[in-house]
């Protein structure tokens, strides 16, 4: 099949053709219940997970992180030894990103991906969910 596809099955397919129904809901299905309330209280951002790893350490051993935080070195495993076939934007066709846009509008705009974000954009390490969103969408 191909990626189009695939994002217009994720986007338009009703809850009952997916193999694990809630995931059609939500990205993060396992961040939120039903009501879109938080059910845990922090998450660490694949982008600067080494940051959140850290932090997430000095908040076990009860350090509160003032200033800079020293990231953990994490090593790259399984990394893939295709070339990439361009940019992940090309991929999709701007009726594809109305559609994921529409679909995913309570992920995108609580943690703040988007397709037009900077390209230098500092995601946080780890962020109290609490913080990020409400207990329902905007």
């Not at 109305?98 to 397709?115: P, Q, R, T």
């Not at 962020?127 to 905007?138: A, N, R, V």
């Amino acid at each position: 099949k191909s990626f189009e596809e695939f994002i217009t099955f994720y986007c338009l397919e009703p809850p009952e053709k997916w193999h694990v129904p809630d995931l059609s809901r939500c990205l993060f299905t396992q961040l939120f219940d039903h009501d879109r309330k938080p059910r845990v209280d922090y998450v660490i951002y694949f982008e600067r997970m080494g940051l959140g790893i850290s932090e997430l350490k000095n908040l076990l051993n009860g350090k509160a992180s003032r200033g800079k935080v020293k990231e953990t070195n994490l090593p790259k495993i399984n990394v893939s030894k295709r070339k990439k076939k361009g940019k992940y934007k090309t991929w999709y066709t701007p009726e594809l990103v109305e559609m994921v846009e529409k679909k995913c509008e309570f992920e995108l705009s609580k943690f703040g991906y988007g397709f037009d974000i900077p390209k230098n954009m500092k995601f946080p390490g780890l962020k109290k969910l609490t913080d990020i969103t409400d207990t329902g969408p905007e």
